[in-house]
């Protein structure tokens, strides 16, 4: 059977964005934020953050760094799984897989 990576890269990319929404959720929730809070520190809608926190939509570069800050931690922390210790992907891989979005998505941001 021939794999396709494109199907592989939309599987590593939903993955991601499900670590992202329950990495938001926690992060907030650990700082006693709300929605609204944590849009208010980022500089981005209530509505963004719902939906990112649904898996709803994707982040951009800008918006992952903005959020980073508002939630004082590493971008890449954000798209970890949350239980990477018992699997997921490793910096490195998560950096790989960042640049590769950024480049195939995202134009380069």
Same mark, same amino acid.
């Given at each position: 059977?021939? +794999?396709?990576?494109? #199907? ?26 709300? @929605? ?8 981005? $809608? ?10 709803? $939509?994707?982040? #951009? ?6 959020? #980073? ?5 590493? *971008?890449?922390?954000?798209? @970890?799984? *949350? @239980?990477?210790? @018992?699997?997921?992907?490793? +910096? ?10 950024? $480049? ?6």
């Amino acid at each position: 059977m021939v +794999k396709n990576p494109a #199907s592989d890269m939309v599987l590593a990319m939903d993955y991601i964005r499900e670590c992202l929404a329950r990495n938001l959720v926690m992060r907030r929730t650990f700082l006693h934020l709300s @929605q609204e809070g944590l849009a208010d520190r980022a500089g981005l $809608s209530p509505g963004f953050i719902a939906n990112l926190e649904r898996g709803k $939509s994707w982040v #951009s570069p800008s918006s992952l760094e903005k959020l #980073s800050r508002a939630l004082d931690t590493e *971008p890449w922390k954000l798209l @970890q799984d *949350p @239980q990477a210790d @018992q699997k997921g992907y490793s +910096k490195e891989e998560l950096s790989m897989l960042w640049d590769r979005a950024k $480049s195939e998505f995202f134009n380069g941001l």
